[in-house]
T-cell receptor
Framework: NAGVTQTPKFRVLKTGQSMTLLCAQD?????MYWYRQDPGMGLRLIHY???????AKGEVPDGYNVSRLKKQNFLLGLESAAPSQTSVYFC???????????FGPGTRLTVL | DQQVKQNSPSLSVQEGRISILNCDYT??????FLWYKKYPAEGPTFLIS?????DKNEDGRFTVFLNKSAKHLSLHIVPSQPGDSAVYFC?????????????FGTGTRLTIIP
């Protein structure tokens, strides 16, 4: 089992460019999450999904969109990147009824 | 509004001594609490958790204490080892209320001095 994987590991964008971050999990988990980690801010929830075809907003959803077309994948999109979106992005998943979330290795994004 | 607070950004402890990391919360609906450990350039990994019906949970060198009246929890690591140097995040959920989300604190960087 690979667990939770994230693609890419690093990316540099220019302001206004778009990109998609891919999260994949092979544990058949129902719930998936996208977080961002910034210095002094901890982990903040961007969007999450409780099942295929469903998504919901988290604490800091502005500027991001998500899609969950397949149970194992959760995509995070930035339509027009801004320097404020420079961060480390983590994907996580968990099974329904289980509180512990399993995290991917992260994607470090820099927006110039 | 920070519902989960870790007021110590950093902590240094001598190897072999006890490390105590603290966490406070404000939301009385939180009924399950977790600690995560994070090494640089890696994702957080689950360490230990506690339900609000307990006041202590132990797993090897790690013990979590919960004081519901004070809305405070702490993680004790005894004895501390160099491999414990990492950032520790406290997290909370209101799972009894059907909440599928975790709320994280800002983290405490623990450094174990050999």
């Amino acid at each position: 089992n690979a667990g939770v994987t994230q693609t890419p590991k690093f990316r540099v964008l220019k302001t206004g460019q778009s990109m998609t971050l891919l999260c994949a999990q092979d544990m058949n988990h129902e719930y998936m999450y996208w977080y961002r980690q910034d210095p002094g801010m901890g982990l903040r929830l961007i969007h999450y999904s409780v099942g295929e075809g469903t998504t919901a907003k988290g604490e800091v959803p502005d500027g991001y969109n998500v899609s969950r077309l397949k149970k194992q994948n959760f995509l995070l999109g930035l339509e027009s990147a801004a320097p404020s979106q420079t961060s480390v992005y983590f994907c996580a998943s968990t099974k329904q009824g289980l509180n512990e979330q399993f995290f991917g290795p992260g994607t470090r994004l820099t927006v110039l | 509004d920070q519902q989960v607070k870790q007021n110590s950004p950093s902590l240094s402890v001598q190897e072999g001594r006890i490390s105590i990391l603290n966490c406070d919360y404000t939301n009385s609906m939180f009924d399950y609490f977790l600690w995560y450990k994070k090494y640089p350039a890696e994702g957080p990994t689950f360490l230990i958790s506690i339900s609000s019906i307990k006041d202590k949970n132990e797993d090897g060198r790690f013990t979590v204490f919960l004081n519901k009246s004070a809305k405070h929890l702490s993680l004790h690591i005894v004895p501390s080892q160099p491999g414990d140097s990492a950032v520790y995040f406290c997290a909370a959920s209101a799972r009894g209320f059907g909440n599928e989300k975790l709320t994280f604190g800002t983290g405490t960087r623990l450094t174990i001095i050999p």
